[in-house]
């Protein structure tokens, strides 16, 4: 199977000819391409993010881009928003049984802000199990005034 990498550079190859081969130096080809590899990455995770290579090949300099510039031609890509169905709208009923499942929770006067710590000792104290941390916490928040 053929890396991503390796059809950049077959597609650079193409593109620029001897002037690519010149441009990439004398260290081993395996060595440059495991570094566009690793610096290219973030680009390769999705399709989407490859549309961001795509891009920079399409709009290639006139000369052999350096990986410096071939990164920054694929960070000038445009973002493609994916399109979105239109949210379906709220059923009024389904949304008061939701808020009432909530009022318990809900804070304003008369509403002890520290009743979660009152009903997790209550449950500790009922013989529920209950994790250690969780029951100190409840502890300090009460012994906090």
């Known amino acids: 199977m053929t890396q991503p990498i390796d059809r950049l550079f077959e597609r650079l190859s193409m593109t620029y000819g001897?002037?690519?081969d010149n441009?990439?130096?004398s260290a081993p080809l395996n060595e440059i391409k495991s570094f566009w590899m690793h610096e290219l990455a973030g680009f390769l995770k999705s399709k989407e993010a490859m549309m961001s290579?795509?891009?920079?090949?399409?709009?290639?300099?006139?000369?052999?881009?350096?990986?410096?510039?071939f990164k920054n031609l694929c960070m000038q890509a445009p973002v493609v928003k994916?399109?979105?169905?239109?949210?379906?709208?709220a059923n009024p009923e389904r949304v008061k049984?939701?808020?009432?499942?909530?009022?318990p929770?809900?804070?304003?006067?008369?509403?002890?802000p520290k009743a979660w710590a009152h009903r997790i000792l209550a449950?500790?104290?009922?013989?529920?199990k209950k994790p250690v941390?969780?029951?100190?916490m409840a502890r300090d928040a009460l012994a906090a005034g």
């Open 133 to 136: 941390a969780v029951v100190q």
């Open 18 to 20: 001897n002037a690519w």
């Open 82 to 89: 994916p399109l979105a169905l239109p949210e379906p709208p």
């Open 53 to 69: 290579i795509s891009y920079a090949l399409d709009h290639l300099p006139e000369r052999p881009p350096n990986l410096v510039q």
């Open 123 to 128: 449950e500790y104290a009922a013989g529920r």
């Open 97 to 103: 049984q939701e808020l009432a499942k909530l009022a």
């Open 105 to 112: 929770l809900r804070m304003g006067p008369g509403v002890d």
């Open 23 to 25: 441009s990439l130096g």
